[in-house]
């Protein structure tokens, strides 16, 4: 006999069909890095992650080379986010599974036949998939002979790709994103750009140019999707970082509005189709020079539907030269909040700033928005419970349920939200670190950082708990 559940779910700010689920990409996830026919990506060589440099060749210590061989163990993963009650699934797509190299005229079946395998796995569940295009995952030899986006020549190798997938996917694919933290490429050049000119060595013109190139192959693609799948709906990718000044001081307060700006341009372009004016008049002042062609102009008015972002960690600015000590493990830097605490990582945590920011989005861009990156980075320990191996979460609960209720209080602010997924729904290799004792999910996968263990699956205390927040629409969290 079923016991009927007391929760009520009218109690929820979260509208009927938010879509629920979980964040992954190909080159954290998949492994079998030299099968299917698979080229070489960049993650190939970078056996320590986003923050260190770069090899010649893969590493055998580099754990993403097979990760958590989810390539064939896909089907048992997709089982489990169903058993969660998962309605949406957020995955990319490694371009050097479809074009091994990067610049071939045809595409590689193999690998297109193992999305199709993916996809049929997420309609067998009833999964809505999300599909990242380009996350972090350049083909290692567009990197190598074009030296990334700062080569105008990527926009139509992108092109080439899309078309590929649109056509290809585009029967079951209706929510797509371009490039996954586009803003990025202005902090981490070789992992978000493929860009292999040293960092230090970049001029600010071929660092933003590279990122022009990005945003017109991003406005790009927008077009074709929408010419070749009418219902489709395409949304950029960035970080959000809310930023707050360090102290009242009206000096803090704009260098948090110049910080905001170098964030923010690339939501401004992708919502509004140019660059603002405040772009302008920075390029103009740091001596910026772009090739901006008038067909660029034409197709960056190609404007995105939504609007969608991760969330880890909120910092601070100052004007004040003597207190910018940055911040430790973040991509974009900043200045550590005295107010906060901060992961074993280094990454402050903030929950109100996720409403915060979810309020400054929709009041900017007026698109709507969806949450495709946040959860908590933490080391597990796999316990026996009843005879059961588990791992007792209840820090990583504590976290998505204070960032959830942050979350249904945007859109109780009436911020449009299509859904949350949140990153790393089970175990995977880090982007920054390349660790996989950084551990996001509510599913634990037995691999260490030396490369051992068996790669069996193990549901944790969050499982239970996610797919309860699921199941009631978020009417299950605690307030
Ligand atoms: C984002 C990336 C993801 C993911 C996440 C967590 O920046 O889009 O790929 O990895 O951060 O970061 P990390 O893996 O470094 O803990």
Redesign the pocket.
């Known amino acids: 006999m079923t016991v009927a559940t007391t929760t009520r779910t009218s109690e929820t700010p979260f509208p009927p069909g938010f879509l629920w689920g979980g964040a992954t990409?190909a080159n954290?996830i998949e492994g079998a890095y030299d099968q299917g026919g698979k080229g070489l990506s960049i993650q190939d060589v970078m056996p320590k992650?986003?923050m260190a440099p770069r090899t010649d060749a893969p590493t055998p210590d580099n754990l993403k080379l097979d990760a958590i061989d989810f390539y064939h163990r896909y089907a048992e993963d997709i089982a489990l986010f169903a058993e969660m009650g998962f309605s949406v699934f957020r995955f990319s797509i490694a371009w050097s599974r479809i074009f091994p190299r990067g610049d071939e005229a045809e595409p590689n079946e193999e690998g297109l036949a193992f999305y199709d395998r993916l996809l049929d796995e997420c309609e067998r569940h009833g999964i809505t998939p999300l599909v990242t295009i380009s996350?972090?995952e350049t083909p290692l030899h567009l990197a190598e002979t074009h030296d990334g986006w700062v080569s105008r020549e990527m926009i139509g190798h992108f092109e080439r790709y899309c078309r590929v997938l649109f056509e290809r996917y585009g029967q079951r694919v209706k929510l797509w994103l371009t490039f996954?933290?586009i803003n990025?490429v202005l902090h981490l050049p070789f992992l978000s750009g493929g860009i292999t000119t040293p960092k230090e060595e970049l001029s600010p013109s071929a660092l933003y140019q590279a990122a022009h190139h990005e945003l017109v192959a991003s406005a790009l693609a927008t077009r074709i999707a929408h010419e070749l799948i009418p219902d489709a709906k395409v949304g950029c990718m960035v970080?959000a970082m809310p930023t707050y000044p360090l102290t009242p001081d009206p000096q803090d307060v704009l260098a948090v509005m110049h910080a905001d700006h170098a964030n923010l341009m690339f939501g401004d372009v992708h919502t509004r189709g140019s660059y603002p004016g405040y772009a302008l008049r920075s390029f103009r002042e740091h001596g910026i020079e772009l090739d901006i062609t008038d067909e660029d102009r034409e197709i960056l008015r190609n404007t995105v539907d939504f609007v969608s972002f991760?969330y880890?960690m909120s910092i601070c600015e100052t004007a004040d030269p003597a207190k910018r000590v940055t911040g430790q493990g973040n991509?974009m830097g900043g200045v550590p909040n005295p107010t906060l605490e901060a992961s074993e990582?280094g990454?402050q945590i903030d929950p109100v700033g996720l409403r915060i920011v979810l309020n400054q989005f929709w009041d900017r861009w007026q698109k709507p928005l969806f949450i495709v990156?946040n959860?908590l980075?933490a080391r597990d320990e796999l316990v026996e419970v009843d005879g059961v191996l588990t791992v007792l979460d209840d820090y990583r609960i504590a976290y998505l349920n204070d960032h959830l209720v942050q979350v249904g209080e945007a859109i109780a602010d009436g911020v449009e939200l299509w859904g949350y997924t949140t990153?790393?729904p089970i175990d995977?290799?880090?982007?920054?670190?390349a660790q996989l004792s950084?551990r996001?999910g509510f599913i634990y996968v037995d691999r260490d950082d030396d490369g051992s263990g068996t790669l069996q699956r193990y549901r944790k205390q969050s499982f239970a708990w996610y797919a309860e927040v699921i199941r009631t629409n978020g009417a299950s969290l605690q307030r």
């Open positions: 990409a954290q992650g986003g996350h972090y996954n933290e990025s970080i991760s880890y991509i990582w990454w990156e959860g980075g990153w790393g995977l290799v880090s982007a920054s670190t950084k996001y």
